[in-house]
């Protein structure tokens, strides 16, 4: 599924226009996207949680070429998902 | 501070000036109509954002950390997430 069919999706489900439901996803997905930004760590109760992870710089290699190349320290967001849909997920 | 789904009704609240209670509603809609896909195994790509995978993991052998105890773990269905390169550069600027 993709952000379009999710957008039809809540469409039919909640009874609003498209142009609505699009902006409740995009509210949805850019508030968590602002929070990661500042740092902040995200919980939606039965969904998922995250929280940004730094990792330091290290020497890595080009798989290709063999050649030694620095990765500058990086932040990431770490996913954990969340209890109920961990249980209607699993078989 | 951790952002929950209080400050997400806010924010829905703040743009479409429903009542409060009907925010509240459509946001567990939507959240609804994620999980949705994902527990009949489909993955869920929002661009910009990331991807909500669904991985079939095959039984393996584990053992019990408090008794030393062999046993053979289920196979299970987890859900893992991909951060999108937008997301990512967000992140760290």
Redesign the interface.
């Known amino acids: 599924?993709?952000?379009l069919e999710?957008i039809a999706?809540?469409k039919n489900?909640?009874n609003?226009s498209k142009s609505?439901a699009a902006?409740?996803?995009q509210?949805?997905?850019d508030?968590?996207?602002d929070?990661?930004?500042k740092g902040?760590?995200?919980?939606?109760?039965?969904?998922?949680s995250?929280f940004?992870k730094s990792y330091k710089s290290y020497t890595g290699r080009n798989p290709k070429t063999g050649e030694k190349v620095t990765i500058q320290p990086?932040?990431?967001?770490f996913?954990k998902?969340g209890k109920?849909?961990?249980d209607?997920?699993?078989? | 501070?951790?952002?929950?789904?209080a400050?997400?009704v806010d924010?829905?609240q703040d743009?479409?000036g429903f009542p409060r209670k009907e925010c509240v509603?459509?946001?567990e809609?939507?959240?609804?109509?994620?999980?949705?896909?994902?527990?009949n195994?489909?993955?869920?790509?929002?661009?910009?954002?990331?991807k909500?995978c669904?991985k079939e993991k095959k039984e393996r052998k584990g053992r019990n950390p408090a008794t030393g105890d062999d046993l053979m773990l289920?196979?299970?269905?987890?859900?893992?997430?991909k951060?999108s390169q937008g997301?990512?550069e967000?992140?760290?600027?």
């Not at chain 1, 990086?74 to 967001?77: E, F, G, H, R, V």
């Not at chain 2, 289920?74 to 997430?81: C, G, I, L």
Request: net charge positive; with cysteine.
């Open positions: 599924m993709n952000k999710l999706a809540l489900e909640a609003i609505d902006k409740a996803i509210i949805f997905f508030s968590m996207a929070a990661m930004a902040e760590r995200v919980e939606i109760r039965g969904l998922c995250f940004v990086k932040k990431l967001p996913f998902c109920e849909l961990k209607r997920v699993d078989y | 501070m951790t952002l929950t789904k400050q997400i924010s829905i743009k479409f509603k459509l946001l809609t939507m959240l609804e109509e994620i999980k949705k896909p994902l527990t195994g489909e993955d869920v790509m929002i661009s910009g954002f990331g909500f669904v289920a196979p299970r269905r987890v859900v893992t997430f951060c997301l990512k967000k992140i760290n600027n």
